[in-house]
């Protein structure tokens, strides 16, 4: 029995479990949810009766969740005065799967963010972003339905480590002098006012991220694995992330993958003919093909050649760029879901690929559509798919009648413009 000091889970309900390295999902589970702050609120409460009423609709009262508020963020700190409670902690660890609204990181001081700390806390590696087109979701390009991709983000490490000191401090200062004095560095332009931040890229991060996307693309038959890195610039960590990226397919799944390391050694031993053949005989054999991008290269490309790039395997920092970039792509970030997963522990975190949207707070006007996505994301997850099937359909009928929220009210024509909850109620009606 899992043990809590200030929040208790509901009476109801029982823990889903990993067995054997599956879950084990009963027909009633405890899920623990973070309403989240800004329009955290609005969202989730349009979000969860959308979930409640698939899961009755699917299961007729067969299957229900068991909704366990946890808390994090302002509510969590107006309730108990601390952020992140351990209660929470626990609940997430405890209960396995989970599903969370936004929370804010304040910019350039104050506290870390509280999401970042949660996926370094239950170490959920990969952040896991979908990203696609709905029929009549406006969008700012031609032909936003060539966009088909799966983003597989590093979620622990890079930049987003934490390790940095701010400009002035002493620590800054120790670092810069051991860098100048003990390891030569004579290329820091301005010593004395410099912030330091470090980045570290190791070969265990980057192999379970590569084989969590790998593993994906075999699943679900997907065309190829693309490295985003800038590792032209970024040798030893963004360049490292490519590197141990094809040997790690190579190593792993040689017969099920064909890589462009591999298209390169043939290309200098053989020529580029031999070279285009091996890859075409390849494809031919529906071998998932391996590739690599220059991140700079591939946010010019998503927009004029998407459908060259299926799932995409990158680093903390360009998978926090690609994920907003790409939900522009396809409509906007209003539809954007995404979920933290552990694929060794089971732990997954399931939350919208957006922050709190602050200005439109208790409002009741913003998209709840990402987060009911990541619950589409979660269900999937859970193997409750007739249930994500159903939301999903009935979203993709709610769009279809013109239906929406502001975000896309403000660029279709003939569009009826709801209220957040007054949206959820749409999709609930096209069940
Ligand atoms: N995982 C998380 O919890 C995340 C938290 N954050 C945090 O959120 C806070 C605010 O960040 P900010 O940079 O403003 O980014 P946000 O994603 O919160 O908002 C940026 C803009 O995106 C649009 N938007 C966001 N959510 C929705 C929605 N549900 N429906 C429709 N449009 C939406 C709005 O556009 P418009 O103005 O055009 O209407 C909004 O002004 C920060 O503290 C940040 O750290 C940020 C990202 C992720
Ligand atoms: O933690 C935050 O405040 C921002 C996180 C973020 O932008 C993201 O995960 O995409
Ligand atoms: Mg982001």
């Known amino acids: 029995m899992v043990q809590f000091k200030r929040f208790q889970p509901p009476a109801e309900g029982e823990p889903i479990t990993l067995e054997n390295g599956k879950l084990r999902v009963p027909n009633h589970p405890i899920i623990p949810f973070i309403e989240g702050d800004g329009t955290g609120p609005d969202i989730w409460r349009a979000s969860v009766r959308v979930f409640d009423a698939a899961v009755a609709k699917v299961y007729g009262g067969e299957r229900k969740v068991a909704w366990y508020e946890v808390y994090a963020g302002e509510k969590a700190y107006n309730l108990f005065g601390e ?158 992330f490519k590197n141990w990226g094809y040997e790690l397919a190579e190593r792993e799944y040689g017969d099920k993958v064909f890589t462009w390391a591999q298209y390169d050694r043939i290309k200098a031993e053989q020529g580029q003919a031999a070279a285009d053949a091996a890859q075409k005989q390849a494809e031919s054999e529906g071998k998932l093909i391996i590739k690599d991008v220059i991140a700079d290269a591939f946010l010019q490309q998503i927009l004029t050649r998407p459908a060259e790039y299926d799932v995409i395997a990158t680093m903390n920092l360009n998978g926090d760029y690609i994920s907003d970039a790409l939900a522009a792509q396809v409509g906007g970030i209003g539809i954007a879901p995404g979920a933290n997963i552990n694929y060794v522990t089971g732990h997954a975190v399931f939350e919208a690929t957006h922050g709190t949207a602050p200005k439109y707070a208790g409002l009741d006007k913003v998209n709840p559509g990402s987060v009911i996505l990541s619950g589409v994301m979660m269900f999937e997850y859970l193997g409750w798919q007739e249930v994500a099937d159903a939301i999903t359909r009935a979203l993709e009928k709610t769009i279809a009648q013109k239906i929406v929220t502001y975000d896309f009210a403000r660029l279709m024509e003939g569009a009826r413009e709801v209220k957040t909850s007054e949206f959820a109620d749409a999709i609930i009606a096209n069940l």
């Open 83 to 240: 952020w992140l409670p351990d209660d929470t902690l626990t609940a997430l660890s405890a209960y396995i799967v989970s599903i969370k609204g936004p929370l804010t990181t304040p910019v350039g001081g104050g506290i870390r963010s509280l999401n970042v700390a949660l996926r370094q806390l239950l170490d959920l590696y990969v952040c896991q972003r979908p990203v696609r087109y709905f029929q009549g979701v406006p969008s700012p390009v031609k032909h936003p339905e060539l966009v088909d991709m799966v983003i597989f983000r590093e979620n622990s490490e890079d930049i987003y480590a934490g390790v940095e000191w701010a400009a002035g401090t002493p620590e800054a200062k120790k670092v810069i002098e051991f860098l100048q004095k003990e390891m030569g560095v004579n290329k820091i332009r301005f010593p004395e006012t410099s912030g330091i931040g470090i980045k570290p890229v190791s070969r265990e991060g980057t192999e379970r991220l590569v084989r969590a996307a790998i593993e994906y693309a075999l699943r679900h038959k997907r065309k190829s694995v693309t490295l985003v890195h800038k590792g032209n610039i970024m040798k030893f960590t963004e360049g490292a």
